[in-house]
């Protein structure tokens, strides 16, 4: 149980482009999602946290209107990169909740966006 | 400022060796500790974790780890690694927030 997936795991978009993506909780009803970053041989920085129906919470540092962030329903979560840069190239990966008792997150599998 | 740290960024050992991984954090008050590992192209899977009770916590595939109030502290061991075990090791903190904070990993290569 506790499946979390992501699509797309790679994309390539030139630079200037919008990229879409999808976070989804498979067998479970997220009413929380988040948005980490992680850079090559670092750790996951958390970009921004998400309830169902509400705006985003982003982390200090991260431009809102650059990463849209949409939690329409309970199973799904999108994370838009507007106006993709090269330098916003890295694995994007999401994590659910399942708001019980516990404060355990399941991940998903990431995103590696490369921008040219 | 409040961190997470985890001050073994590469290890190198044979299989059979023991595992000590340290990770110290620097929040104050209740917590909640994890660990977290990411195999070569697979995602974070979670190995234990602690809320509250018994100190030493046992997790899946015969890791533990012993949290030390008095020293904020949550080292992660494995008496005797395999080399299955090469991974990316993360150590987590859930200051009572929704958020966890991730240490920096720590990379492990077992060698047979």
């Known amino acids: 149980g506790a499946v979390v997936s992501q699509h797309p795991s790679r994309v390539i978009c030139k630079s200037g482009t919008s990229v879409k993506i999808e976070c989804r909780s498979l067998?479970?009803?997220?009413?929380?999602m988040f948005w980490y970053r992680q850079f090559p041989k670092q750790s996951l920085m958390l970009m921004a946290t998400s309830n169902e129906g509400s705006k985003a919470t982003y982390e200090q540092g991260v431009e809102k209107d650059k990463f849209l962030i949409n939690h329409a329903s309970l199973t799904l979560s999108t994370l838009t990169v507007t106006s993709a840069h090269p330098e916003d190239s890295s694995f994007y990966i999401c994590s659910a909740r399942d708001g019980g008792p516990s404060y355990e997150q399941y991940f998903g599998p990431g995103t590696r966006l490369t921008v040219t | 400022a409040q961190s997470v740290s985890q001050h073994n960024h590469h290890v190198i050992l044979s299989e059979a060796a023991s595992l000590e991984l340290g990770c110290n954090y620097s929040y104050g008050g209740t917590v909640n500790l994890f660990w977290y590992v990411q195999y070569p192209g697979q995602h974070l899977q979670l190995l234990l974790k602690?809320?509250?009770?018994?100190?030493l916590v046992k997790g899946i595939k015969g890791f533990e780890a012993e949290f030390i109030k008095s020293k904020f502290s949550f080292n992660l061991r494995k008496p005797s690694v395999q080399w299955s075990d090469t991974a990316e090791y993360f150590c987590a903190v859930n200051p009572n927030t929704d958020k966890l904070i991730f240490g920096t990993g720590t990379r492990l290569q077992v060698f047979p």
């Open positions: 602690y809320f509250s009770g018994d100190p």
């Open positions: 067998d479970f009803q997220a009413t929380t």
